[in-house]
Nanobody, 129 residues
């Protein structure tokens, strides 16, 4: 069964850090671009970051640039999202997604949900004092 599982969410104070993990099972992430998305209550799902499968290209939404870092460890079949200097507006459910059909997805259209083939179930991040 092809599956993505996110973990690492939780409650953190403003200015704090969390590291989210996205682990694949049933398939190898090596050939997939991975996107991180988030959805706050009552809002649409939005793209946060993306990492390509081959050249290490990364994309960040303006709202997280300089605070979040995406990385991948193919040996562990896992992609990470390091989140620093967290703000209350970062509160959301965070999802990872994988795709391999679109070349250079992260550079061309990282936030198009329909282009992703596999989705995780999400992990909740709450930033509050």
């Amino acid at each position: 069964q092809l599956q993505l599982v996110e973990s690492g969410g939780g409650l953190v104070q403003p200015g704090g850090s969390l590291r989210l993990s996205c682990k694949a099972s049933g398939f190898t992430l090596d050939y997939y671009a991975i996107g991180w998305f988030r959805q706050a209550s009552g809002k649409e799902r939005e793209g946060v970051s993306c990492i390509s499968s081959s050249d290490g290209y990364t994309y960040y939404a303006d709202s997280v640039k300089g605070r979040f870092t995406i990385s991948r460890d193919n040996a562990k079949n896992t992609v990470y999202l390091q989140m620093n200097s967290l703000k209350p507006e970062d509160t959301a459910d965070y999802y990872c997604a994988a795709q391999r059909r679109v070349i250079r997805l992260c550079a061309l259209s990282p936030n198009t949900l329909d282009l992703y083939d596999y989705w995780g179930q999400g992990t909740q991040v709450t930033v509050s004092s």
